[in-house]
């Protein structure tokens, strides 16, 4: 993890960012979980409350799963030599962290990804979650989205009704992460809203 400086593509005015490079479960168990939350190097600007997130490369490794992948964000326009480079210092910092009996054969052949939702299917999918399941929760998200977008009280209403039968355990799980998300963004005023509408679903809801 380093510090740089970020200028807001909303305001222009200029602050300083943390930007994580590598999520290693070997070395920080919560790595992992900071990952699949899938708001990686996220900022809010300290000015004017934008949210964007920070492109970088990022390599992710759990060595139970005997997991080594490696993302370039396209957007970075970043020639395949700087790639090369870049990955290569990120993955030796990964090797060089671990005890000689704990490097194995999977360490020399990374798994490049094309996009950060890729990536975290494949670690979804080494821990047995389907593609089936993930478009399964993807479909909850959007209904959480749904939610939040809703104007009134009685557009809150209409929707819990024609959502009634997918109200369940999984649906608030997501709610409470999303939530969770945007607190630790710095947004607190969004976070209490999305608490109250949270609220209203489980009292409304059957």
Not at 118 to 124: D, K
Not at 175 to 189: H, K, L, N, P
């Amino acid at each position: 993890m380093f510090t740089t400086t970020v200028t807001c593509p909303n305001c222009r005015q200029p602050f300083s960012a943390q930007v994580e490079q590598v999520f290693d479960v070997a070395r920080d168990p919560s790595a992992k979980s900071r990952f699949l939350r899938g708001r990686i190097n996220a900022f809010t600007c300290p000015s004017c409350r934008f949210q964007s997130m920070i492109a970088s490369p990022i390599v992710y490794h759990d060595p139970e799963k005997e997991l080594l992948l490696t993302f370039v964000p396209m957007e970075l326009g970043m020639p395949l030599a700087e790639q090369e480079r870049m990955l290569g210092s990120l993955t030796k910092a990964v090797v060089n962290n671990l005890p000689p009996e704990a490097r194995k054969g999977y360490l020399l052949r990374p798994t490049s990804v094309l996009t950060l939702q890729g990536m975290i299917e494949r670690v979804l999918e080494a821990d047995g979650i389907t593609k089936e399941m993930i478009e399964a929760q993807r479909k909850k998200a959007a209904v959480v989205e749904q939610f939040l977008a809703a104007p009134d009280e009685a557009a809150l209403e209409a929707l819990m009704k024609e959502h009634d039968a997918e109200l369940d355990y999984t649906f608030f799980d997501l709610f409470t992460a999303a939530i969770q998300s945007v607190a630790e963004s710095g947004d607190r005023a969004r976070a209490e809203h999305m608490l109250a509408v949270r609220n209203k679903i489980l009292a409304g809801s059957s």
